[in-house]
T-cell receptor, first 117, second 110 residues
Framework: DAGVIQSPRHEVTEMGQEVTLRCKPI?????LFWYRQTMMRGLELLIY????????DSGMPEDRFSAKMPNASFSTLKIQPSEPRDSAVYFC???????????????FGDGTRLSIL | KNQVEQSPQSLIILEGKNCTLQ??????????LRWYKQDTGRGPVSLTI???SENTKSNGRYTATLDADTKQSSLHITASQLSDSASYIC?????????WGAGTKLIIKP
C-alpha cells in the first residue's frame, strides 16, 4: 500500500517567493493534517481537514499560510510571501474516519524540508 | 497547562542492550497516549496507542506501559538493534488536542 506522499522532498527558495507544498493522503482516509517541525518547537499542528473541509486552522501561524484540499486525494500548503523563519520540515499526515483523537494512528509522509534564504 | 515531558533528551547505548524511555504528562482529561518512532529524515511512525484502561502494550521488541494514576508512561526497548536509532516521541490526546512531547533521541552504537 502506498503511504502518504509529499512533494517536493526539499525546497530551497529566496525570501518573498511563493512556496507550494503538496500531499497525497492514503486512499480511504478521511482526515488530513499539516504539521511543521523545528528543533526549537518540535511538531506543531497547523491545520487539519475532514472530508476535504478545514476543521481547525488555529495552528496556522499567520495569513501568509493557506491550505486547500480540493479533493480527497490532494492537498496543498502555500506560503506567500515566504520568510526565513518559515524554514522547517513540513509533514502531511492522514488518518481513518475515526478521527484525529481516536485510537487510530496518524500516518505521516516523509516531509518537505523547506529552506528560505 | 497541558504538557508532555520526555526524558532523557538523548541516550546512547550499545547494540543488544535494553533501554527505557520516559514520558510524564500533566494533561487532563486524558484520552489516549501514543508513542511514535521518527527516523532521521523520515516522518513519525506509530508504535503503540494506549487508552486509560491499558497498562501495557507491546509491538515486537517495543513495550509501552501506562500508569494513569501517576500520569507516567515508559517505552522499553529490548535487545536494541542499530535500526532502533531514532527519535521517540510521546503524544497525549486530551480534549480534542494532541499534545506532543519533544522526543528522546536514541543512538545505538555497534
Amino acid at each position: 500500500d502506498a503511504g502518504v506522499i509529499q512533494s517536493p522532498r526539499h525546497e530551497v527558495t529566496e525570501m518573498g517567493q511563493e512556496v507550494t507544498l503538496r500531499c497525497k493522503p492514503i486512499s480511504g482516509h478521511d482526515y488530513l493534517f499539516w504539521y511543521r517541525q523545528t528543533m526549537m518547537r518540535g511538531l506543531e499542528l497547523l491545520i487539519y481537514f475532514n472530508n476535504n473541509v478545514p476543521i481547525d486552522d488555529s495552528g496556522m501561524p499567520e495569513d501568509r499560510f493557506s491550505a486547500k484540499m480540493p479533493n480527497a486525494s490532494f492537498s496543498t500548503l502555500k506560503i506567500q510571501p515566504s520568510e526565513p523563519r518559515d524554514s522547517a520540515v513540513y509533514f502531511c499526515a492522514s488518518s481513518s474516519s475515526e478521527g484525529p483523537y481516536s485510537n487510530q494512528p496518524q500516518h505521516f509522509g516523509d516531509g518537505t524540508r523547506l529552506s528560505i534564504l | 497547562k497541558n504538557q508532555v515531558e520526555q526524558s532523557p533528551q538523548s541516550l546512547i547505548i550499545l547494540e543488544g542492550k535494553n533501554c527505557t524511555l520516559q514520558c510524564n504528562y500533566t494533561v487532563s482529561p486524558f484520552s489516549n497516549l501514543r508513542w511514535y518512532k521518527q527516523d532521521t529524515g523520515r516522518g513519525p511512525v506509530s508504535l503503540t496507542i494506549m487508552t486509560f484502561s491499558e497498562n501495557t502494550k507491546s509491538n515486537g521488541r517495543y513495550t509501552a506501559t501506562l500508569d494513569a494514576d501517576t500520569k507516567q508512561s515508559s517505552l522499553h526497548i529490548t535487545a536494541s538493534q542499530l535500526s532502533d536509532s531514532a527519535s521517540y516521541i510521546c503524544v497525549v490526546t486530551s480534549n480534542y488536542q494532541l499534545i506532543w512531547g519533544a522526543g528522546t533521541k536514541l543512538i545505538i552504537k555497534p
